[in-house]
């Protein structure tokens, strides 16, 4: 929590050139891109960062290929351009994937048509990834034999890209390099509403954890709220070009289904993708797609037995899929952009999730709507124009503010952990060798574990049970990471809490070590907090204790 504090004070103290209020990826990657190139940047969150949107994704980095049907080909070869870009800068963490989608009897085109846009999609991403495939219902089961093909015309296998981690690790990530380049930022404080006073925005904040209130100054506001982008702009008094609409999806994540590391696509019921995606030992099933009016959303039975009965549909499973294999669920809202004018009148399901960012001049207020992860580069870049355009200065403009350290680092690491017999120390039940995994989650922080491993090797071992997660890393969390809730570590720095029963957690014996190494003194306080939050309501006493669990639902069912 020293972090925390000390940039707390430093949010009363200084004034800023720029506030960003929000940390999912829109105002993750601002911060970054801001402070990277020289500005001095505040930011907070009124909850975790990455707590809401950005944590709540399907974890892919594509090009938005369903925008192919909608014509709108100009956004596809945008984000085809930031899915490449990310793949190059984030080689551990950005990884191409395959995609296999089974077309069946009765969809609206023959299979030979979406595969011929696969062909153009591959093209208007410069050929960058493996090339498409054309599959027949055979050719399909003998890569999955776990696909249903009884109902099958044909399919076809394509690349795009995932993140190897999870997504509000990966927004975590802007918000630690744009500390790194001196960005003041501190979750759970809350703004309450700004106003202009001079040439300067006033915001008044308060500190959600003790309740005590203040004000940060500023040059220009920032407001990347997410899905909460038009509250604050009435707070504020701000009229904007866009506003936002609300889609709520969910996903289930359930035990292992198919040893293949491939997206399985399916055409659910109402004509909408729907995906399988692996999730290391685990397997991620959805989305849905509803119509909300409130950004405030929960997990439904309805929404449980759209996801169910479409899979269980699609698949050969040797006992279907329930409610009792649920591990944890994700549940949000995707913010769309639209104008007053429009979203209304046009087709729901086709709006796009393009962003779009509205500038008062005469304040120097920003307002950023709609984006995703794939572009989240290129709403760092764009928020430093504009910025720049309102009268504040950038002494680095051409700083590279992303991606990994050099390969050279990256060696170096690889080096130290070979010559330590690192790898060796590995979980059984690991979905990956512990020199990739640290690196990818660390970079170059990873070398301050292998310092702590080699002074103490209990730094090497599980605290948490069911997990992968090193002592070491736990206090790397306290250090470096600002866990001020126990669920910040669970949840987003790491995904405890997507792929561990709830219960396994909650009664796991290193629980309470873990919580006196992330919070000290505070541990017991922090804990108690945890184990009075309500669980997750879905009936899951059932599902598999251990995220080394194997794919207990694999095997196709015969005859």
Not at 380 to 394: C, N, Y
Request: net charge neutral; glycine share 8%; proline share 4%.
């Amino acid at each position: 929590m020293q972090l925390r504090e000390s940039n707390i004070r430093k949010l009363r103290d200084r004034d800023f050139d720029a506030l960003v209020i929000g940390g999912g990826i829109n105002g993750a990657s601002a911060a970054a891109a801001l402070s990277g190139k020289g500005a001095k940047v505040a930011l907070i969150d009124r909850g975790d960062f990455a707590g809401s949107t950005s944590m709540q994704s399907s974890n892919l980095v594509w090009g938005g290929i369903k925008y192919m049907e909608s014509g709108d080909f100009k956004l596809v070869r945008k984000l085809c351009k930031s899915r490449n870009h990310l793949i190059r800068s984030y080689p551990s963490t950005v990884q191409e994937i395959r995609f296999l989608t089974t077309i069946n009897k009765g969809f609206r085109h023959h299979p030979l048509y979406p595969w011929a846009g696969t062909w153009l999609y591959w093209l208007m991403g410069s050929a960058f990834t493996r090339r498409p495939h054309f599959l027949r219902p055979a050719d399909i089961k003998a890569r999955e034999p776990i696909i249903d093909t009884r109902n099958a015309r044909g399919g076809f296998e394509y690349s795009d890209a995932y993140l190897h981690d999870n997504d509000a690790r990966f927004v975590f990530n802007f918000v630690r390099g744009a500390l790194d380049f001196g960005t003041v930022a501190a979750n759970y404080v809350e703004s309450l509403g700004s106003r202009r006073e001079g040439d300067h925005w006033v915001t008044e904040v308060r500190d959600r954890m003790d309740g005590a209130t203040f004000t940060i100054c500023s040059k220009v506001l920032i407001n990347a709220a997410g899905p909460w982008v038009d509250q604050h702009n009435r707070l504020s008094g701000q009229h904007t070009e866009h506003r936002h609409v609300f889609s709520k999806g969910i996903h289930l994540i359930v035990p292992r289904l198919t040893d293949s590391n491939r997206v399985l696509a399916f055409f659910a019921d109402d004509g909408r993708l729907f995906f399988v995606i692996p999730m290391g030992m685990r397997t991620c099933i959805g989305t849905t797609d509803t119509r909300v009016d409130r950004p405030e959303v929960e997990v439904t039975e309805e929404d449980v037995r759209f996801v169910l009965d479409n899979i269980n549909k699609r698949l050969e499973l040797d006992k279907p899929l329930g409610k009792e294999d649920i591990i944890s669920t994700r549940c949000g809202v995707r913010p769309l952009a639209v104008k007053p004018s429009g979203g209304d009148d046009r087709d729901f399901l086709n709006l796009s999730r393009k962003h779009a960012i509205d500038i008062d001049h005469e304040t120097r207020h920003l307002s950023i709507f709609g984006g995703k992860l794939t572009d989240c580069l290129n709403v760092g870049e764009e928020v430093v124009e504009e910025v720049r355009r309102l009268g504040v200065t950038v002494p680095h403009p051409d700083y590279r503010w992303y991606g990994e350290p050099p390969a050279a680092v990256r060696e170096a690491f690889m080096h130290q952990a070979r010559l330590m017999e690192l790898d060796a120390m590995t979980a059984a039940h690991a979905s990956e060798p512990l020199s990739l995994r640290l690196w990818r989650r660390y970079g170059a922080q990873a070398v301050e574990m292998l310092e702590d491993i080699r002074q103490d090797p209990r730094q090497g071992e599980v605290l948490i049970e069911g997990t992968e997660y090193l002592r070491c890393e736990l206090r790397q969390a306290r250090r470096r990471e600002m866990v001020t809730r126990l669920e910040d570590f669970l949840r987003r720095r790491s995904k405890i809490a997507l792929v561990v029963p709830e219960e396994t957690i909650r009664r796991s014996p290193g629980l309470e070590e873990a919580c006196e190494i992330l919070f000290g003194d505070q541990a017991q306080a922090r804990l108690a907090e945890y184990l009075a939050e309500e669980g997750d309501p879905l009936p899951v006493n059932a599902a598999p204790e251990s995220e080394g669990d194997g794919a207990a639902h694999a095997a196709p069912r015969r005859g």
